[in-house]
């Protein structure tokens, strides 16, 4: 009877602390220190807390719920087995942009003013930069360069760093695509890539006249954004990609045969930005015939 009774004083104490018996024998096993068996404890609450966000918590949020559960836990604690236990948010951080020499000697404008009406193709450009997460190798990003004219994006770009590279890559591609010395201005906002010397330079040599949105007015580069938006509502969030490639493949499908290609948009006359395109190059035709 003694043992019978202790055998539901282990059963009644595991219900209070709500902890498996199988994570309870198994730390009785090893005998392993109390710190350690309340890390794991900690541990199965946080990833717990975790996956009920879908992700989305990082620690700090995280350490306020285990508050709400009257868990007394420092923040720091819950950062480190959260970053030892690779939990972390999918949710990026904004992109701090930092002053740089470029601003400070007054050398950035805004040439655009949110004047996004146009009379030709390759009068203005806008371009941004997006992130896609991935299973295995986590944020990749999608750099993309449209023609507001006709919302074609005429180039785009996936890769695994936000940095002047990817940018690189994507500028040249758009002036490959469309050709050089139009003097068609580019407008990005002011992150570090797009002030780079590099971007600048090959910018000045191929006539790409430069602007940039204004310090905190994300609405001055809409139509680019409004694009990303609309890759991520009706792509992006329905899928899961394994990795980097995976991502490149998608986006290219995506981009070339529906956006590009296939799907009609109000401001078009209900075209698509290819067929609107198409359509501008006829009438140049007749209006040089006629």
Same mark, same amino acid.
């Given at each position: 009877m003694e043992k019978l009774s202790k055998k539901h004083s282990k059963r009644k104490l595991l219900r209070i602390l709500e902890i498996s018996?199988?994570?309870?024998?198994?730390?009785?096993?090893?005998?392993? *220190?109390?710190?350690?068996?309340?890390?794991?404890?900690?541990?199965?609450?946080?990833?717990?807390i975790w996956q009920k966000s879908h992700k989305r918590y990082g620690s700090k949020k995280?350490?306020?719920?285990?508050?709400?559960?009257?868990?007394?836990?420092?923040?720091?604690?819950?950062?480190?087995?959260?970053?030892?236990?690779?939990?972390?948010?999918?949710?990026?951080?904004?992109?701090?942009?930092?002053?740089? *020499?470029? &601003?400070?000697?007054? &050398?950035?404008?805004?040439?655009?003013?949110?004047d996004f009406s146009t009379e030709k193709l390759n009068e203005k450009w806008v371009s941004d930069i997006t992130y896609?997460?991935?299973?295995?190798?986590?944020?990749?990003y999608l750099s993309s360069i449209m023609d507001l004219k006709s919302n074609r994006i005429i180039s785009h770009k996936v890769g695994k760093a936000m940095d002047v590279e990817l940018v690189m890559k994507t500028l040249k591609m758009a002036t490959y695509m469309r050709g050089r010395g139009r003097e068609t201005i580019i407008h990005t906002d002011r992150g570090s890539q797009y002030?780079?010397?590099?971007?600048?330079?090959?910018c000045k040599e191929n006539n790409l006249e430069l602007s940039y949105s204004r310090k905190g007015n994300p609405y001055d580069n809409a139509c680019?954004?409004?694009?990303?938006?609309?890759? +991520?509502?009706?792509?992006?969030?329905?899928?899961?990609f394994k990795n980097l490639e995976e991502i490149r493949i998608g986006i290219f499908e995506?981009?070339?045969?529906?956006? *590009?290609?296939?799907?009609?948009?109000? +401001?078009?006359?209900?075209?698509?930005?290819?067929?609107?395109?198409?359509?501008?190059?006829n009438e140049i035709k007749i209006n040089r015939i006629s």
């Open positions: 018996r199988s994570s309870y024998y198994y730390n009785q096993k090893e005998k392993k *220190n109390q710190r350690e068996i309340e890390n794991e404890i900690l541990l199965e609450q946080i990833t717990l995280v350490h306020a719920e285990l508050q709400k559960l009257k868990l007394e836990v420092n923040l720091k604690r819950v950062k480190r087995l959260m970053r030892e236990n690779r939990l972390f948010s999918i949710i990026v951080k904004k992109y701090k942009v930092h002053r740089s *020499n470029v &601003e400070e000697r007054g &050398e950035i404008k805004n040439k655009l003013k949110r896609i997460h991935s299973e295995r190798e986590g944020w990749c002030l780079s010397k590099e971007y600048r330079k090959y680019i954004e409004s694009f990303h938006a609309t890759l +991520k509502k009706e792509y992006v969030h329905h899928k899961k995506y981009i070339e045969s529906w956006y *590009n290609r296939k799907r009609i948009q109000e +401001k078009l006359g209900y075209l698509s930005p290819l067929e609107y395109e198409e359509q501008l190059k």
